[in-house]
């Protein structure tokens, strides 16, 4: 099963294959040295009769043609990204070029007395790793063949046989036979002996990349749904069966429900949870065992026997979904033949479904948390709505009151309605106030409304609220903006209501003069000050100017009431968003406040 | 005289708006909730129409702007299209308006809190009736 290595897009086995192309391009320097090494040993120091000058010539050629190799490999590594049919023609190519330098090799060393007769045992072996097994001993048979082929030319006298020995044993029939004859079946053993080591290693590197893939896919998401479509995608595909499905245990731990299947038709599904009783399989798998089903149709512990043939389904593995709060339900495979799942395979769905719980459990946690932000916001939106309609309608009527039957009212009366309308509005201010304090507590995940706003557009649109109540007192409202616009990432009502209530304490607090607002940048953040020429706050309040209900003592006694939570509110809000506010001011000249936030990231250059 | 028809469902509140509209010459309508209030629309034919956020549902208000306002062809109220509407929120006053479920399209002539002075949602009744 082809699976992707990060960097190269190539499949693990494909890499594998250049680097063991690589590897016998390097062992082949050893062997070319060797020969000639060897030759010169044999031929100078213990003085065999070996043919010398063939022999260098072969291990000059081996160099040769070994820095051909090494230069067109590299070659074809840069050149084609997906190692294909081309790396496997150049495997061939560089496996029979050894095998025919074997071969001369062979004859030029004494032909069926050549010890170097068992070396070619060595490139059988890297033969059947390296080739595709299907026609492996088919290319096995060529050695054998060369081999066979140098004995005969020499023994018909074809070819010029290299003495090693005086005797003349290239010509005794049962030597040359026997020798044949052995060296075959060694190479067929050697041959099988790799194809079967490697096809394990082959299998397990495959199994051990799906299981990489799978987990990969299934913790790659917190979403519930996709957890779980991806978590039986993974197994179906891993174990290389027809189908794999989840059945989650309900919070009593009674019921079993299956929530997802892969590979299965819809019909299959069921629609409704079974009783943990008499799902005996799950049962047995929740117990903490992996349960093994060899004829399901035929079995008694399942139900619906029926559609357990329609669907095709002949075995069934089932293993237990284990997360660290206790079992959460159960993981199964389907295959469509009785033998399909070996005990390999058994360990492995258990594999797989110790990261599925895992998953399966942060999604939950996950969706849990979404759903109780979801419940906060409601709670705070129907609050909000049930405690302001009824000071809505008590101020809509006390103000009707006040202002249409004025005439109809006496002093008495209109001084009354008065002052019941002051407090009306007050508690709505209130009201607001406290909303606004619970919401910013709720700390609600709200990773979906952290955009982009832009800081300067609603400075502007907030001072043009402020305007109208600052030219009505006969102050002067100015705006210094910097050459840019300013964006920081946030929620754009919860930024409005930091720049109204710095605006509106402004305005409030100011009877005459102006309030000052500056725009700034520094570095990564942006600097925000609102001055004013107001009342200013006392020393000793400045410790506590930014404490729930506080008002200062000369706020207390202008006619405009406050409630004490603006500030409040602002400073808990700067600094979820990662800023700062600080505050200096004179009592009786006026006070400035300065905001800094953190820029939106793609802000800065 | 103007007519103005005001559907929201809180019975004091419109109590105390059907004196100030009637003290200040209009003729005042009232209708609880979306259906009575549409029924209305068509027998009433008024010059224009007060809206409350939030009625039965959290955006019941949103969903009768766009039945008056539906663009199509063949829409129930084509032909009352051009009343002027006014919507009433409860939202903060001070904060800018959010809302949900479509932000980008708001088939309204003008907002206002509920907890406006009496003066302000007259000056903006007669704005909107100025206009039309």
Same mark, same amino acid.
């Given at each position: 099963?082809?699976?992707?290595?990060?960097?190269?897009?190539?499949?693990?086995?494909?890499?594998?294959?250049?680097?063991?192309?690589?590897?016998?391009?390097?062992?082949?320097?050893?062997?070319?040295?060797?020969?000639?090494?060897?030759?010169?040993?044999?031929?100078?120091?213990?003085?065999?009769?070996?043919?010398?000058?063939? /022999?260098?010539?072969?291990?000059?050629?081996?160099?040769?043609?070994?820095?051909?190799?090494?230069?067109?490999?590299?070659?074809?590594?840069?050149?084609?990204?997906?190692?294909?049919?081309?790396?496997?023609?150049?495997?061939?190519?560089?496996?029979?070029? #050894?095998?025919?330098?074997?071969?001369?090799?062979?004859?030029? %060393?004494?032909?069926?007395?050549?010890?170097?007769?068992?070396? !070619?045992?060595?490139?059988?072996?890297?033969?059947?790793?390296?080739?595709?097994?299907?026609?492996?001993?088919?290319?096995?048979?060529?050695?054998?063949?060369?081999?066979?082929?140098?004995?005969?030319?020499?023994?018909?006298?074809?070819?010029?046989?290299?003495?090693?020995?005086?005797?003349?044993?290239?010509?005794?029939?049962?030597?040359?036979?026997?020798?044949?004859?052995?060296?075959?079946?060694?190479?067929?053993?050697?041959?099988?002996?790799?194809?079967?080591?490697?096809?394990?290693?082959?299998?397990?590197?495959?199994?051990?990349?799906?299981?990489?893939?799978?987990?990969?896919?299934?913790?790659?998401?917190?979403?519930?749904?996709?957890?779980?479509?991806?978590?039986?995608?993974?197994?179906?595909?891993?174990?290389?069966?027809?189908?794999?499905?989840?059945?989650?245990?309900?919070?009593?731990?009674? %019921?079993?429900?299956?929530?997802?299947?892969?590979?299965?038709?819809?019909?299959?599904?069921?629609?409704?949870?079974?009783?943990?009783?008499?799902?005996?399989?799950?049962?047995?798998?929740?117990?903490?065992?992996?349960?093994?089903?060899?004829?399901?149709?035929?079995?008694?512990?399942?139900?619906?026997?029926?559609?357990?043939?329609?669907?095709?389904?002949?075995?069934?593995?089932?293993?237990?979904?284990?997360?660290?709060?206790?079992? /959460?339900?159960?993981?199964?495979?389907?295959?469509?033949?009785?033998?399909?799942?070996?005990?390999?395979?058994?360990?492995?769905?258990?594999?797989?479904? %110790?990261?599925?719980?895992?998953?399966?459990?942060?999604?939950?946690?996950?969706?849990?948390?979404?759903?109780?932000?979801?419940?906060?916001?409601?709670?705070?939106?129907?609050?909000?709505?049930?405690?302001?309609?009824?000071?809505?309608?008590?101020?809509?009527?006390?103000?009707?009151?006040?202002?249409?039957?004025?005439?109809?009212?006496?002093?008495?009366?209109?001084?009354?309605?008065?002052?019941? /309308?002051?407090?009306?509005? !007050?508690?709505?201010?209130?009201?607001?106030?406290? /909303?606004?304090?619970?919401?910013?507590?709720?700390?609600?995940?709200?990773?979906?409304?952290?955009?982009?706003?832009?800081?300067?557009?609603?400075?502007?649109?907030?001072?043009?609220?402020?305007?109208?109540?600052?030219?009505?007192?006969?102050?002067?409202?100015?705006?210094?903006?910097?050459?840019?616009?300013?964006?920081?990432?946030?929620?754009?009502?919860?930024? #409005?209501?930091?720049?109204?209530?710095?605006?509106?304490?402004?305005?409030?607090?100011?009877?005459?003069?102006?309030?000052?607002?500056?725009?700034?940048?520094?570095?990564?953040?942006?600097?925000?000050?609102?001055?004013?020429?107001?009342?200013?706050?006392?020393?000793?309040?400045?410790?506590?100017?930014?404490?729930?209900?506080?008002?200062?003592?000369?706020?207390?006694?202008?006619?405009?009431?406050?409630?004490?939570?603006?500030?409040?509110?602002?400073?808990?809000?700067?600094?979820?968003?990662?800023?700062?506010?600080?505050?200096?001011?004179?009592?009786?000249?006026?006070?400035?406040?300065?905001?800094?936030?953190?820029?939106?990231?793609?802000?800065?250059? | 005289?103007?007519?103005?028809? +005001?559907?929201?469902?809180?019975?004091?509140?419109?109590?105390?708006?059907?004196?100030?509209?009637?003290?200040?010459?209009?003729?005042?309508?009232?209708?609880?909730?979306?259906?009575?209030?549409?029924?209305?629309?068509?027998?009433?034919?008024?010059?224009?129409?007060?809206?409350?956020?939030? +009625?039965?549902?959290?955006?019941?208000?949103?969903?009768?702007?766009?039945?008056?306002?539906?663009?199509?062809?063949?829409?129930?109220?084509?032909?009352?299209?051009?009343?002027?509407?006014? +919507?009433?929120?409860?939202?903060?006053?001070?904060?800018?308006?959010?809302?949900?479920?479509?932000?980008?399209?708001?088939?309204?002539?003008?907002?206002?809190?509920?907890?406006?002075?009496?003066?302000?949602?007259?000056?903006?009744?007669?704005? =909107? =009736?100025?206009?039309?």
């Amino acid at each position: 099963m082809p699976t992707m290595e990060p960097f190269s897009g190539r499949t693990m086995a494909q890499q594998e294959l250049v680097y063991s192309l690589r590897w016998l391009i390097n062992m082949r320097w050893i062997a070319s040295a060797g020969v000639v090494v060897g030759t010169a040993v044999a031929a100078r120091a213990l003085r065999v009769p070996i043919a010398e000058l063939p /022999l260098y010539l072969l291990g000059l050629t081996l160099l040769a043609y070994n820095l051909a190799l090494k230069l067109s490999l590299r070659w074809l590594d840069a050149k084609y990204a997906d190692v294909g049919a081309v790396f496997q023609w150049f495997a061939r190519t560089q496996i029979g070029l #050894d095998w025919l330098g074997m071969a001369v090799l062979i004859h030029y %060393s004494g032909g069926v007395e050549s010890p170097a007769i068992l070396f !070619f045992l060595f490139h059988i072996t890297i033969a059947s790793l390296l080739l595709p097994h299907d026609r492996g001993f088919l290319y096995v048979a060529v050695g054998p063949a060369l081999v066979g082929g140098v004995a005969v030319a020499e023994y018909s006298g074809l070819l010029q046989h290299v003495y090693l020995v005086p005797a003349p044993l290239h010509r005794d029939r049962v030597y040359v036979m026997g020798v044949l004859f052995f060296f075959t079946c060694a190479s067929y053993v050697m041959a099988y002996v790799s194809m079967s080591i490697s096809r394990r290693l082959r299998r397990r590197e495959d199994e051990v990349a799906g299981l990489y893939q799978g987990v990969q896919a299934t913790l790659s998401s917190l979403d519930f749904r996709t957890v779980l479509d991806k978590l039986t995608e993974a197994t179906a595909r891993v174990l290389n069966c027809k189908g794999a499905s989840v059945r989650l245990l309900d919070p009593m731990g009674r %019921s079993l429900e299956m929530v997802t299947a892969w590979g299965l038709s819809p019909g299959y599904l069921e629609k409704a949870p079974i009783d943990l009783g008499k799902a005996l399989i799950d049962q047995e798998a929740l117990s903490g065992k992996t349960v093994l089903v060899t004829d399901a149709a035929n079995d008694t512990r399942l139900r619906y026997p029926d559609k357990i043939r329609a669907e095709g389904i002949v075995s069934i593995l089932s293993t237990p979904l284990i997360g660290k709060t206790g079992p /959460l339900g159960v993981l199964r495979a389907y295959g469509d033949e009785r033998h399909r799942f070996s005990k390999d395979d058994a360990a492995f769905l258990a594999a797989v479904a %110790s990261y599925g719980a895992v998953a399966i459990e942060n999604a939950r946690t996950y969706q849990m948390r979404l759903d109780m932000d979801r419940e906060k916001s409601l709670f705070l939106r129907t609050v909000t709505h049930e405690l302001r309609s009824p000071l809505n309608a008590v101020a809509s009527i006390l103000g009707v009151l006040r202002q249409v039957c004025a005439g109809d009212l006496g002093a008495k009366q209109a001084d009354l309605v008065s002052r019941a /309308l002051q407090r009306v509005n !007050f508690l709505q201010t209130l009201v607001d106030d406290l /909303l606004d304090l619970a919401a910013g507590k709720a700390e609600v995940l709200n990773t979906a409304t952290r955009e982009r706003v832009s800081l300067s557009g609603s400075l502007r649109d907030a001072c043009a609220r402020f305007e109208p109540q600052a030219l009505g007192k006969g102050l002067e409202l100015s705006l210094f903006e910097p050459g840019e616009d300013l964006t920081i990432r946030g929620d754009r009502s919860e930024l #409005d209501r930091i720049l109204n209530n710095l605006l509106s304490n402004a305005v409030k607090y100011t009877q005459k003069g102006e309030v000052r607002v500056d725009l700034g940048r520094i570095g990564q953040e942006a600097r925000l000050t609102v001055a004013d020429t107001g009342i200013g706050i006392p020393e000793s309040a400045m410790s506590q100017i930014f404490e729930e209900f506080f008002r200062a003592s000369n706020a207390k006694t202008m006619e405009e009431r406050g409630t004490g939570l603006g500030l409040a509110i602002t400073k808990d809000l700067v600094a979820r968003y990662g800023g700062t506010i600080s505050v200096r001011s004179t009592e009786g000249r006026g006070t400035g406040f300065t905001l800094l936030l953190p820029l939106a990231s793609d802000q800065v250059p | 005289m103007p007519k103005i028809l +005001m559907i929201d469902d809180d019975t004091d509140f419109a109590a105390s708006v059907r004196v100030l509209f009637e003290a200040s010459g209009y003729q005042f309508h009232w209708a609880r909730n979306g259906r009575e209030g549409l029924e209305k629309v068509k027998a009433l034919r008024p010059d224009l129409i007060i809206l409350d956020v939030m +009625m039965d549902t959290f955006t019941e208000g949103f969903h009768i702007s766009l039945s008056l306002r539906d663009p199509s062809p063949g829409a129930e109220f084509a032909a009352f299209r051009g009343i002027p509407i006014l +919507m009433l929120s409860s939202v903060h006053s001070a904060t800018s308006l959010r809302f949900a479920p479509d932000e980008d399209y708001l088939p309204v002539d003008a907002f206002l809190d509920k907890s406006a002075q009496p003066e302000e949602l007259l000056a903006k009744v007669s704005e =909107l =009736l100025g206009k039309a």
